[in-house]
């Protein structure tokens, strides 16, 4: 059964104390994954598509890198504003499932001033 | 663009009631799904779309319809709601191209729903 868990389930940081978010996945033949950000009271909101394993990508504070087994978010000197709930999402091979999202149940990160 | 709407925003319901939340995308995606959101669940898939008249089911579709009449319009009917139905709902889609790299997954602002 294909599977996303993400680890912490909360983390709480120190304006500029960096850290990483943790993704790890089972699937059959991986299409891609991927990184939201979702903000209290919206939807996810797209930062990322992964899809082999050793490509990273960057955006601002943000680093998302894979592995065959899992996906690390960095975030270097986080600030206040990077305050979200962060998912990451796979996507398994078209066929039965059409290339169907699954999601992990996220990372609440905090970082106080 | 407005990209992918939703209404209502805030929805209150009596148990035994039906309603259809309505999801509308300006981008001409063939794919739209439904999720549902629960604390502690994460986003969890009811139904989806990969076109106009092709429908099928995710994780969690009982208690649930779906019907695709058109590419901009994917709406989802409650058909007789229940406290276990209380959660927020998201609208998504994107395209279903067999390159997907670039399938970016766009997310409408959610409905919050609440069954009494």
């Known amino acids: 059964e294909d599977q996303v868990t993400q680890s912490p389930e909360a983390l709480r940081l120190q304006e500029g104390e960096s850290s990483s978010l943790n993704c790890s996945y089972t699937v059959s033949g991986l299409r891609g994954l991927f990184w939201y950000r979702q903000d209290p009271g919206k939807g996810p909101e797209f930062l990322f598509t992964?899809?082999?394993a050793g490509e990273e990508k960057e955006k601002e504070r943000l680093k998302a890198t894979l592995t065959k087994k899992e996906s690390f978010l960095h975030i270097t000197a986080p600030k206040p504003e990077d305050s979200a709930t962060y998912l990451c999402?796979?996507?398994?091979?078209?066929?039965?499932?059409?290339?169907?999202?699954?999601f992990g149940k996220g990372t609440k990160l905090s970082v106080k001033p | 663009n407005a990209g992918v709407t939703q209404t209502p925003k805030f929805q209150v319901l009596k148990t035994g009631q039906s309603m259809t939340l309505q999801c509308a995308q300006d981008?001409?995606?063939?794919?739209m799904s439904w999720y549902r959101q629960d604390p502690g669940m994460g986003l969890r898939l009811i139904h989806y779309?990969?076109?106009?008249?092709?429908?099928d089911q995710g994780e969690v579709p009982n208690g649930y319809n779906v019907s695709r009449s058109t590419t901009e319009d994917f709406p989802l009917r409650l058909l007789s709601a229940a406290p276990s139905q209380t959660s927020v709902y998201f609208c998504a889609s994107r395209t279903q191209g067999l390159a997907g790299r670039d399938n970016e997954q766009f997310f409408g602002p959610g409905t919050r729903l609440t069954v009494l």
């Open positions: 779309s990969v076109g106009a008249g092709i429908t």
């Open positions: 992964l899809y082999s």
């Open positions: 981008m001409n995606h063939e794919y």
């Open positions: 999402a796979v996507q398994a091979p078209y066929g039965g499932s059409q290339g169907n999202l699954i």
